[in-house]
């Protein structure tokens, strides 16, 4: 529990920081862009990460199937926000005619968005798995969409930083500034993802015994 205190801190100052600085001199369809972006990955992401754990304090108390509502309620509330956060570049970038996709950060952040649309989707499907039992086990769903998600989370965290590390954002900030938010936003991944990857590599062990 106290880890994901930690995290929640740290991806708090963060969030609030990214959001400080992206529009201390004024907000623009552009501006929203950052801001939703720190929120849907660095909070919400994360949040719906640990909520599988019974030591996170929000999900103490709840049974399992409460804690994949709640994991299920977060994932969909960050995939929102980061639909709005898509939209709102991709329609400041027509009204100024400006490149689509022209960066690695622009480019990875269409990918991720995908992928996030994807892990939301086996995540549904994961949670109804027992509908699918005649094609495939309801074990080997949940794991694929444990390491789908694993895998999104991460591509977010390194987008995210991508962004961070942009001629914009450093041109808002300082290179120090930008150094510490980075080394801050990776902080927050590891301590949402130390749970998962050992539940991972639990459940793939359990499954090849049983076979």
Known sequence: M?????????????VATVCYISVHNGTSLFTWHPCLMSVGFILLMSEAIVAFSSKSFIATNLKYN???????LLQFSAAT???IAFYSI???KNNNNY????SRHGNLGFTTCIMVGGTTVGGIAARYSGLFKKSIKPAYLKIIHSTFGVMTYIMAIFTFCLGLDSEWFRSQSNDQVVSVLIYLAGAVALLALIKPLISIATKLRNTFKTR
Request: no cysteine; net charge neutral.
């Open 66 to 72: 409460d804690r994949l509502n709640l994991h299920g």
């Open 81 to 83: 926000l980061i639909g």
């Open 90 to 92: 991709y329609t400041h």
């Open 99 to 102: 490149d689509h996709f022209a």
């Open 2 to 14: 106290a880890l994901h205190q930690l995290m929640r801190a740290i991806g708090l100052f963060v």
